[in-house]
């Protein structure tokens, strides 16, 4: 019997849909989201390795992504999707405030230029990494790509860095010029070098991640930021906390071996800068007075004096202007006019050196609590993913992606307690990554433990013969 062609054809297997973001037309998504992906992972590395402050400055690749990002950010409308989460809302809300201080600013013009030079780019890049990654590969093809990028960070600073002027490690032209934020930088590469280290099974990448680690550390102990000396004691307590017994003896054996070696390499005039944490700190005893430098000593010590000024004034200000502050980035206009009058000839013209009061000073105390809320909420989505997968051989490499964004984040909330850089784009980076993992990393592990594990090993035993097996059993009457 003939059978009818139209029965004989197999059936056409069901294509899986294209992910759709909310509010966009399915015909353009796919062009649109993919096309500011390929840019925002692009941009993620520029922006973190720096490459464009030592060579072909004049190319501008870091502004022409940008621009290409908000675009497809706004014609993929992917922003409303970054925005249901309760980290973008809590980012809208900071976003909306800041806008609505300007009008009691001191300097109106000037608030007006941070805003928009500074805040909305970071607020851009926030939308963009939590709205246009939209499914858990190209969530970890981007915490890969920051985790790279600051790798070469490391090389450069290790290659171009100087140290010449004050004896600090920094990066002559560009963001890093400071020591403390190219220390904050480095210090955050590490937990993500930390997560591609559990993440592989190869011996050879885990040597290699390893060295990546310990060359960053180097490099931030090279920066004399005592900042982020804290910041990495908070992370190695935590790391410390959240071990086994184990891995607790592992930690103070591997830590009093990494701290030999640090003191041993560091030059004595560093080592005299960490313990200068107050104006009335003694400095450590160096057996050598060749690395002395009594001129970076003194600028420790009055350093030190200079932030305790500075913080006392903008608690001052946040009481004084418990609402909107005295104007975003007006905080050294303020303090100067503060100085005047009580009789001195100018004030410091510095920062706060306290991300936390810098918003509370010069925005509100409602800033500033949705500040801390996109920082707590990004902990707590990113630790609770960790503890959803932890135990699941299956789903370790999200376990190991939210668990290294945790580690950068408590990195983030400690560091900024020591330097002013809550109006740039290292708190949107982490918090878009948080909730982008968040709001993908659930269908992954569905689509994973829709399949069962595999069974269990066969115990040898079983192999053997079944007369084997019966022999020396007592038989049942």
């Not at 004691?233 to 959240?242: D, E, N, Y």
């Not at 932030?307 to 903008?314: A, G, M, N, T, W």
Request: charged letters at 15%; proline letters at 6%; aromatic letters at 10%.
């Amino acid at each position: 019997m003939i059978v009818p062609l139209r029965q004989a054809t197999a059936p056409v297997p069901k294509q899986a849909p294209v992910p759709i973001l909310a509010g966009q037309d399915p015909g353009t998504v796919t062009s649109f989201q993919q096309l500011g992906y390929l840019f925002l992972v692009l941009y993620l590395f520029l922006i973190y390795s720096r490459i464009f402050d030592v060579k072909m400055s004049y190319l501008h690749i870091p502004g022409i992504s940008y621009r290409i990002i908000l675009a497809m950010l706004l014609l993929s409308r992917a922003f409303l999707v970054a925005l249901k989460s309760n980290i973008g809302r809590s980012f809208g809300f900071l976003t909306l405030w800041f806008v609505l201080s300007i009008p009691t600013s001191v300097w109106r013009r000037g608030s007006k230029d941070v805003l928009i030079d500074a805040w909305l780019p970071c607020f851009v890049i926030f939308l963009a990494t939590a709205g246009l990654i939209v499914n858990y590969r190209q969530c970890r093809r981007a915490i890969y790509t920051v985790a790279w990028a600051l790798f070469v960070l490391t090389l450069i600073a290790a290659f171009w860095g100087s140290t010449e002027e004050t004896g600090r490690l920094f990066l002559p032209h560009g963001k890093f010029s400071n020591p403390n934020e190219m220390a904050q930088a480095l210090l955050l590469g590490m937990p993500l070098w930390g997560m591609v280290l559990l993440d592989t099974k190869s011996l050879v990448k885990k040597v290699f991640a390893a060295g990546v680690m310990l060359l960053m550390l180097v490099m931030v102990s090279r920066t004399g930021s005592r900042g982020a000396l804290i910041a990495f004691g908070a992370l190695i307590l935590v790391v410390f906390l959240r071990a086994s017994l184990m891995g607790r003896l592992k930690l103070i054996i591997g830590g009093f071996l990494l701290m030999a070696i640090l003191i041993a390499t560091m030059p004595g005039k560093l080592i005299r800068r960490y313990t200068t944490f107050s104006e009335e700190s003694e400095p450590a005893v160096i057996s050598s007075d060749e690395d002395y430098d009594a001129a970076l000593e003194a600028s420790a010590t009055s350093s030190t004096k200079t932030r305790r000024e500075l913080l006392r004034k903008s608690i001052k200000f946040t009481i004084q202007h418990p609402l909107f502050g005295v104007g975003p980035g007006m905080f050294p206009v303020a303090e100067d006019s503060d100085a005047k009058a009580n009789g001195k000839r100018m004030g410091t013209w510095q920062g706060t050196h306290n991300s936390y009061t810098q918003v509370s000073s010069e925005i509100g105390v409602p800033a500033l609590l949705a500040y801390v809320a996109i920082i707590v909420l990004s902990l707590k989505r990113t630790r609770a993913l960790y503890r959803r997968t932890r135990g699941d051989p299956r789903l370790q490499g999200i376990g190991y992606c939210a668990m290294g964004l945790n580690y950068c984040l408590i990195v983030y909330a400690v560091s900024v307690l020591f330097d002013y850089i809550a109006y740039t784009s290292m708190l949107s980076v982490f918090a878009g990554l948080s909730a982008a993992l968040d709001a993908t990393a659930p269908g992954e592990i569905d689509r994973i433990t829709a399949t069962p594990p595999p069974p269990p090993p066969i115990p040898f035993a079983q192999f053997r013969p079944a007369w084997r097996r019966t022999a020396g059993v007592p038989q049942q009457a």
